[in-house]
Structure formats: structure tokens, C-alpha cells
């Protein structure tokens, strides 16, 4: 069994775990560096970059998560974690960890609409996935090699480039696992 790790820092872990289960791969909740030496593949959750961006420093995280990125092992960031993740970001002078050539976009879905639902289709995925989305970002950009997997009102809201996924939604908050096991199925195939 494949195991995935959720970067158990700050944010929604609990329900990663849960999904990543259901999906049929063991689960594995990191809050320790050397806990990257044992997962197959890491998501790194929703919740609030910036906290999360501190406590990595605090953890001495920061060249661990990208050297894992760069090992060719699958990382998928959800909502924050695709903030994470990304090589730009709106407004900012440095990405975080830089893994995905993708540039994104903060809270860009106005405050009225805070919090709201979507049916999605996401290629490879389902036509009927509902997306969560909570202060969530976009992507605005992406490099040649970045496959767009979904775009909400014309709005770029998950893609893949190689072994890296992101998504502006939260999956693991319905018990629809579709997004979870088609990432499960990345980490069986990068074995
Ligand atoms: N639900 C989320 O993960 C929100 C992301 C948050 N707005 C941020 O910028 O980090």
C-alpha cells in the first residue's frame, strides 16, 4: 500500500486523512522532517499559507518539502497548499516552495462570494465534482508544461505538471474522494 503523507502543520489534516483512506493508500500525518523519508507522496493542506509559510521556517521544513518535490515523488496542495507550492504569486516578491510553474492568486474570488460551492469538471477526474471553496485562490498563469485540469467562470482552479497537483477547492470536505484517488493513483504510478 502506498503511503501519503499530509503536512500536518497547521490546517484541514483530519479530513485528508480520512480521504486519502477511503482512496485506499495508508495515511500518514507529518509533523516531523524525517517523516518525509517514509511517504510515497505528501498533500499539504488547506488553512492559511502565511501561518503555515511560519511554522515550516519554525520546523526547519522549507528544504526538506523541496527537495522532496524535487525527487519526482507526487505533492499535491489544496486551496493554501497550492499557494504553497507555486512559483509566483500576485503581489509577492518570493514564492514559498517554488515546486509548481504556476502563478497564483490570493482570496481572488471576491468577499461577497467568501465561501461558496461549485459543480466542477475536472479532466481525467469527474464532470460533476462539487468544489469547495473557502477565501480560495486561483491560478492566474500557467508555464508550458502545466496541464490546466479545471477552470471555474474562466478561472484556472486546479492543474498538474508532472508529479505536482493543485486545486484552489477543498476536497477532503465532501466524501467525494474522486480528486484524493486520482492523486493516489499519481503516487502508485511514480513507484
Ligand atoms: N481555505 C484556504 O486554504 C484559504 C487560503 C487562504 N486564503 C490563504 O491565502 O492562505
Known amino acids: 500500500m502506498v503511503k ?42 488547506g488553512g492559511e499559507s502565511t501561518t503555515m509559510r511560519r511554522l515550516i521556517d519554525k520546523y526547519s521544513f522549507m528544504e526538506p518539502l523541496r527537495e522532496f518535490g524535487a ?24 514564492p514559498h516552495l517554488g515546486l509548481m510553474d504556476a502563478k497564483v492568486e490570493r482570496n481572488s474570488f471576491g468577499r461577497q462570494v467568501d465561501s461558496f460551492e461549485a459543480e466542477l469538471t475536472i479532466a481525467g477526474v469527474a464532470n460533476d465534482f462539487v468544489g469547495v471553496f473557502i477565501r480560495a485562490p486561483h491560478i492566474v498563469e500557467v508555464g508550458e508544461d502545466v496541464e490546466v485540469l479545471c477552470k471555474h467562470n474562466g478561472r484556472i482552479v486546479a492543474a498538474r505538471q508532472n508529479q505536482f497537483l493543485g486545486c484552489s477547492f477543498h476536497p477532503e470536505l465532501t466524501d467525494d474522494h474522486r480528486i484524493t484517488q486520482y492523486f493516489v493513483n499519481m503516487v502508485k504510478e511514480s513507484k
Open 4 to 45: 501519503v503523507g499530509v503536512l500536518g502543520l497547521q490546517g484541514a489534516v483530519r479530513e485528508h486523512v480520512r480521504s486519502i483512506e477511503a482512496s485506499g493508500a495508508e495515511a500518514i500525518v507529518v509533523k516531523k522532517v524525517e517523516q518525509l523519508a517514509e511517504i510515497d507522496g505528501l498533500i499539504i493542506p
Open 71 to 94: 525527487s519526482g515523488k507526487p505533492v499535491f496542495g489544496t486551496c493554501a497548499g497550492l499557494i504553497l507550492i507555486a512559483n509566483e504569486i500576485v503581489g509577492y516578491d518570493e
